[in-house]
């Protein structure tokens, strides 16, 4: 069974930056993946962004490239997410997401076996 733990979010003005954690315990995650989606009020839950553990691809939602930023530590097992000139648009709850087997499959939710509590990022214009 894998844990998943986020942290890092709040209220941040527009323009600001926030960067979201999501430490992971239970398992390795050697032939999976780890990624973040979201979910605004009165919207569906969408992929924002993921990363292959073993090397370090990364995928992005297109309303995000070039402002968010995902990394990882593997000796952490911890996935960030750096958010930076954020927008009104990207207030929702984000939810960190993994599997531990491979799959060529990133943009699912379905895809992801484990998912975190979520955490609220609130940016005010």
């Known amino acids: 069974q894998v844990q998943l733990v986020e942290s890092g979010g709040g209220l941040v003005q527009a323009g600001g930056s926030l960067r979201l954690s999501c430490a992971a315990s239970?398992?390795?995650?050697?032939?999976?993946?780890m990624g973040w989606f979201r979910q605004a009020p009165g919207k569906e839950r969408e992929f924002v962004t993921a990363?292959?553990?073993?090397?370090?691809?990364?995928y992005y939602a297109d309303s995000v490239k070039g402002r968010f930023t995902i990394s990882r530590d593997r000796a952490k097992n911890t996935v960030y997410l750096q958010m930076n000139s954020l927008k009104p648009e990207d207030t929702a709850v984000y939810y960190c997401?993994?599997?531990?087997?491979?799959?060529?499959?990133?943009?699912?939710?379905?895809?992801?076996?484990?998912w975190g509590q979520g955490t609220q990022v609130t940016v005010s214009s």
């Open positions: 239970g398992r390795t995650f050697s032939s999976g993946a």
């Open positions: 997401a993994a599997r531990t087997r491979y799959s060529t499959d990133i943009y699912r939710q379905g895809s992801y076996d484990y």
């Open positions: 990363i292959i553990w073993s090397g370090g691809m990364t």
